[in-house]
């Protein structure tokens, strides 16, 4: 008789597994359409994370490694196909542009900047040229001038700063240094400034069809930082530099910039008007006649945003827009975050906006093929990690063909929580968004302890994607919610806007609807809660403790505690009277009045508190003052500071062994409050 087949005994979900994952980003198609290329990442034997470039042809469905840096990204295929430019940070403070043969074989280093920063690069029609982001690091910050200082026993020099904007989370302090627009010669390396006007360095840009002339969106108002309503369309002159306003523009909010393959349009993504900031409007894609300054809103008829993020802890956060023009030049390809996925839409020049993929998906946007018959893109779900696709365009729709598997065997390892997907009513009708993951083990009819976890931004949306996280504490016999209450992308602007410069009301309301939902599921033990959230969760986390003891136990993460002091300490100051009214000086009431800090006498759940020292976003002043606020009323609570080379993406980008001491110390707080005999308080 023949052998049964074992069937595998899958285990349950590890920290540790995040040592095992292998992400995907960048995917970039050739030109021919015939393969995809894309950079890789992996945790190394010394905690580093591992970058480099792999290769994946669509016909053999063979995948190999395409260069052996440690650090390399950023790949794009030159205009014929015949070479890739990739950013290679084989030098840690000097990261320059390469190149290989689109053949394979060894790179060769293009560039020779000085020591600094590359945010952008795109090659030029002919493939001569390339137009580089760049910005130099000061003199006095370079790692020559730091090994001098030590030599010679000096000390570190102090930072003389005469502009706000000086630092940028993840970014570092970098004082008055920007990023200006370069041109490097795709043969000899040298480069060339061409544009330096842009006052924070955030401008975007595209070269014109016939290569003579780049598009770019800048913010050259000496206050641009406090109005970015300002930012305007230019056309810079490849040559000479010489940069002139595209006609007849209206205050707006502008980035993303696209010229369209037939030189007619640029398209481009914001907002016109001058209620831009922290994204609680829906991003909207727009076409601009660079002749007449004629535009047109393309998804204005529509209540989609161009640029809802999905958030997850197993790849980084594209609060950005991405899209593609078609090669005719008569629709462009879009990705659209919506009720916790995101697709990919087609949308023509008359605003017709089509969906073409469908179904609960997280994909992202790469390029198209030179015909435009083909596109490539990642994919994820709830119980996969994003792996690469190719998308065939046809008709109405793409069909996606899968073309790594790099986490497969892993996760056919793994007993992973199911999702169920539910909507929840608040008290004023409004339906919210909300999933919940049981524990692997849990028994059909038994109670188990809950976490409600909340979502950063605000103006962000939970989803699909892989959560390791929420994964991991349902692993540990937690039933997971999570939701997407108002102020969340993906239902439509009103829904987006909700809160905007209201925090803790209409936002509160849904939260309450979300925790009465779990209080009613007869497998939750609604006598052991606890809730948390990072960021804007975090803010959340400490209104909720300070409105309900509801919950055994809290964990606030880089959060926000203070408006008021908030409004001087962040890398993004608050603009008086725009988001948010008043100011931090002489009416400092409404911020004040929607900051957590305020109703802290009312807390009594035991809290852990998280933050980084580096975290130029929120900074660890507004854990501080939980924290003693906690200390010196008597609450239960422990404070943890990740050290000033960690910065607020330390969940989803930080070193792996820290990002595994913060999922310790969380497990070991909820094991504490929610499974060991309750304390009298």
Not at 170 to 179: E, L, P, V
Not at 484 to 493: A, L, M, T, V, W
Not at 541 to 550: K, R, S, Y
Request: charged letters at 25%; hydrophobic letters at 35%.
């Amino acid at each position: 008789m023949p052998r049964r087949a074992l069937k595998l005994k899958k285990r349950l979900i590890q920290a540790e597994d995040l040592k095992r994952f292998v992400l995907v980003a960048q995917p970039q198609i050739a030109p021919s359409g015939d393969r995809v290329l894309f950079a890789r990442k992996h945790c190394g034997e010394k905690n580093e994370m591992v970058s480099n470039l792999w290769l994946a042809d669509v016909a053999t469905g063979e995948v190999k490694q395409f260069t052996s840096g440690e650090r390399d990204g950023g790949p794009l295929w030159s205009p014929d196909g015949t070479r890739v430019a990739f950013v290679s940070g084989r030098s840690d403070s000097n990261p320059q542009i390469f190149l290989i043969s689109a053949t394979g074989g060894e790179a060769t280093q293009l560039t020779n900047f000085p020591e600094g920063s590359i945010r952008e690069m795109k090659w030029s029609p002919d493939g001569m040229r390339l137009a580089v982001a760049f910005r130099a690091t000061a003199k006095e910050w370079t790692e020559e001038a730091r090994k001098k200082r030590e030599a010679e026993g000096l000390s570190i020099p102090p930072r003389v700063i005469e502009t706000m904007w000086y630092r940028l989370d993840g970014d570092g302090y970098f004082q008055q240094q920007r990023h200006h627009l370069y041109l490097v010669d795709a043969e000899s390396g040298e480069h060339r400034k061409l544009f330096d006007k842009d006052v924070t360095g955030f401008f975007s840009f595209d070269w014109s069809p016939d290569g003579k002339i780049l598009a770019v969106a800048a913010n050259t108002a000496k206050d641009a930082l406090l109005k970015p309503w300002k930012s305007r369309l230019y056309l810079v002159d490849a040559s000479s530099g010489a940069a002139r306003l595209v006609p007849a523009q209206d205050d707006g909010d502008r980035g993303a910039v696209r010229w369209s393959p037939d030189g007619k349009w640029i398209a481009w993504a914001g907002r016109l008007g001058r209620n831009a900031l922290w994204g609680a409007r829906n991003q909207h894609l727009f076409v601009t006649d660079p002749k007449t300054g004629k535009t047109v809103d393309l998804t204005g008829k529509s209540d989609y945003c161009v640029a809802a993020a999905t958030l997850s802890d197993t790849r980084e956060a594209a609060f950005g827009a991405n899209y593609q023009w078609m090669p005719n030049g008569k629709s462009l390809l879009v990705a659209i975050g919506r009720h916790g996925e995101s697709h990919i839409a087609r949308v023509t020049l008359k605003g017709e906006v089509k969906f073409l993929t469908s179904g609960p998906y997280e994909f992202q946007l790469g390029n198209l093929s030179k015909d435009g018959t083909r596109v490539a893109l990642s994919r994820g779900t709830f119980h996969e990690l994003n792996e690469v696709f190719i998308g065939d365009l046809k008709g109405d729709a793409i069909s996606a063909k899968r073309l790594t598997g790099f986490n497969d065997e892993l996760l056919s390892t793994l007993n992973l929580a199911k999702v169920e997907e539910h909507w929840v009513r608040a008290e004023d009708e409004t339906k919210v968004h909300t999933w919940v993951l049981k524990p692997p083990k849990m028994k059909p009819k038994g109670k188990a302890p809950a976490v409600l976890e909340i979502h950063g931004g605000p103006h962000a949306q939970y989803g699909v994607p892989f959560f390791h996280e929420m994964q991991l504490l349902a692993a540990q016999g937690y039933v997971v919610f999570f939701s997407n209450p108002r102020g969340s992308k993906g239902y439509g602007e009103a829904h987006c806007a909700a809160i905007e410069g209201d925090w803790g009301n209409k936002d509160w309301m849904d939260i309450r609807a979300v925790i009465a939902f779990m209080k009613s599921r007869p497998y939750v033990n609604s006598e052991r809660m606890a809730v948390m959230g990072g960021s804007y969760g975090g803010y959340m986390t400490n209104w909720v403790i300070g409105h309900t003891n509801e919950f055994s136990a809290a964990i606030t993460d880089r959060c926000v505690s203070n408006l008021h002091s908030m409004a001087g300490t962040s890398d993004f100051p608050l603009v008086p009277d725009h988001y948010w009214q008043g100011n931090a000086w002489d009416r400092p009431e409404k911020l004040w009045e929607q900051s957590p800090l305020k109703y802290f006498g009312n807390v009594k759940t035991p809290t852990l508190v998280i933050h980084s020292e580096g975290d130029l976003r929120c900074n660890i002043e507004q854990a501080e003052q939980v924290f003693t606020a906690l200390q010196v009323r008597g609450i239960p609570s422990r404070f943890i500071r990740y050290p000033s080379t960690t910065s607020h993406g330390l969940s989803r980008s930080g070193p792996v062994d820290l990002r595994l001491h913060r999922l310790g110390a969380i497990l070991d707080w909820l094991a504490e409050y929610l499974k060991k005999p309750k304390r009298t308080r």
